[in-house]
């Protein structure tokens, strides 16, 4: 028996994992739409994505801080063509990176917009927007 296109499952944004050493303490704390980075305690370097070290210093005394949720595009580029399912069926779509105000810069999608190739700027105002899945939370951008 054959399934009909609409029977087909809708195609799934691949996610983290919960239980990864030093990220999953972030992914934990998007659940509750938290967008958590560290802050090393011995020399105040901020660390985008988590790990198990300071960058600066190489100290492991690193402290988890909470974002406000704001920042601006640093860089960012359009995305004509995916070859993953999910993604496939948002093009186009903008990929940034952006700089939040207390400063870690990370990686992740433009939502909130009509064209990513005309509503999309460097040195624009976003604010965090999140997408809920069932454990976790991905942290995504709007203008703000």
């Given at each position: 028996m054959s399934v009909s296109n609409a029977e087909k499952k809708?195609?799934?944004r691949?996610?983290?994992?919960?239980?990864?050493?030093d990220t999953g303490e972030f992914w934990q704390a998007t659940a509750n739409k938290e967008f958590r980075y560290?802050?090393?305690?011995n020399c105040g370097t901020i660390m985008w994505y988590p790990r198990a070290h300071c960058t600066g210093c190489v100290d492991?005394?690193?402290r988890?801080?909470?974002?406000?949720?704001?920042?601006?595009?640093?860089s960012f580029s359009v995305v004509r063509l995916s070859y993953h399912?999910?993604?496939r069926t948002k093009v186009p779509?903008?990929?940034?990176?952006?700089?939040?105000?207390?400063g870690p810069r990370f990686l992740t999608n433009v939502t909130g917009i009509d064209d990513p190739l005309t509503d999309v700027h460097v040195g624009q105002c976003v604010e965090l927007a999140w997408e809920e899945h069932d454990e976790?939370?991905?942290?995504l951008v709007r203008p703000a």
């Open positions: 809708a195609p799934s691949p996610l983290p994992k919960l239980n990864e050493l560290q802050q090393c305690a492991g005394d690193l988890w801080k909470v974002s406000a949720g704001k920042g601006t595009i640093y399912p999910f993604f779509y903008a990929v940034a990176y952006v700089d939040l105000d207390e976790l939370c991905i942290p």
